[in-house]
DNA sequence: TGCGACCGTCAGCTTGATTGACTTCTCGGC
DNA sequence: GCCGAGAAGTCAATCAAGCTGACGGTCGCA
């Protein structure tokens, strides 16, 4: 098979992944919430909020995508937005009291995630992934750069 | 870091690979190609050609997803739907002359990335990195299916 | 003081996928 | 021989997640 196999397997272990969070959150009384969701919540400065701009950076995403998910959350009573005392064209996305819980929650869901694949594949071979995985994506910006 | 790293990490490492192939390709003069057509013509048998359900099946998506795929490869006179003489409902998708020069670029091309990914991380590293993979998605699947 | 750079936002588009409903056709059992 | 379950392909609508481009404020510095 000369198929872009390699690629494939990526996506689908992504997705498989994903999918689980979003299970395990379900089963801890949240549903409806997605993995990119989830993902933002935990990338939130507890102490004092994160810019959007930042978030973004962080989730490798451009700030008009990172947009998006902070509007669904903060619809959903999740996060809200406060202006920047340092910087007027600012704002800063801040975790709600149930923000926190939640944020709380997905930090056990993701351990949950992460540790259930770490006892399928074994701790040297899940370590070997991560390692893997960061030496690919490495190369490429070096690739891109030069 | 408590985040879904690794999840975040297989994604990335899936739109590079991606991204990789679509240069690639153009580079060798076959430009506006994207990795899910690559994909599809690699998937297309070439000496009786293939069913839609089928080439669906292989890629792991929906019918109606794969639908799209070959509409769009059949506009640009890459595949063409013929009806299948063993079975009435459906349609067998197969190569034009131009597909097959394509497809054999395809080819190329995907073992061009895949021999680069080897070489920045060693043969060793590359290979475990499939073997990861797969088992990490046999695990999910008993998961689905217990 | 004025200008370039940066922050968040709006608008529009693309890609890849989904579910649901429908037509046509096959095939196995009665 | 017909007839109903179900499969193959299709149409339509929708969704998630991303992108680019444009734009109004604001900051900071020369």
Redesign the interface.
């Known amino acids: 098979m000369?198929?872009?196999?390699?690629?494939?397997?990526?996506?689908?272990?992504?997705r498989?992944?994903?999918a689980?969070?979003v299970v395990e959150l379900e089963e801890r009384g949240w549903p409806d919430l997605r993995?990119s969701q989830?993902?933002l919540l935990?990338?939130v400065d507890r102490r004092f909020g994160t810019r959007l701009t930042e978030l973004a950076r962080r989730?490798?995403v451009t700030k008009q995508a990172m947009m998006v998910v902070v509007d669904e959350l903060e619809v959903r009573g999740l996060v809200r937005r406060t202006p920047d005392p340092e910087d007027g064209r600012a704002k800063v996305v801040r975790l709600t009291a149930r923000g926190r819980t939640l944020a709380a929650e997905c930090?056990r869901a993701?351990?949950a995630?992460?540790t259930r694949?770490r006892r399928?594949?074994g701790g040297r071979?899940y370590e070997?992934?991560?390692e893997?995985?960061?030496?690919?994506?490495e190369?490429?910006e070096e690739e891109d750069v030069g």
Chains 1, 2 share one sequence.
Do not use: I, Y
């Open positions: 000369a198929e872009p196999q390699l690629a494939r397997l990526l996506l689908a272990a992504h498989t992944l994903a689980d969070l993995a989830a993902a935990l990338n989730a490798g930090r993701v351990a995630v992460e694949a399928t594949l071979r070997s992934l991560r893997t995985l960061d030496l690919l994506l190369a490429e």
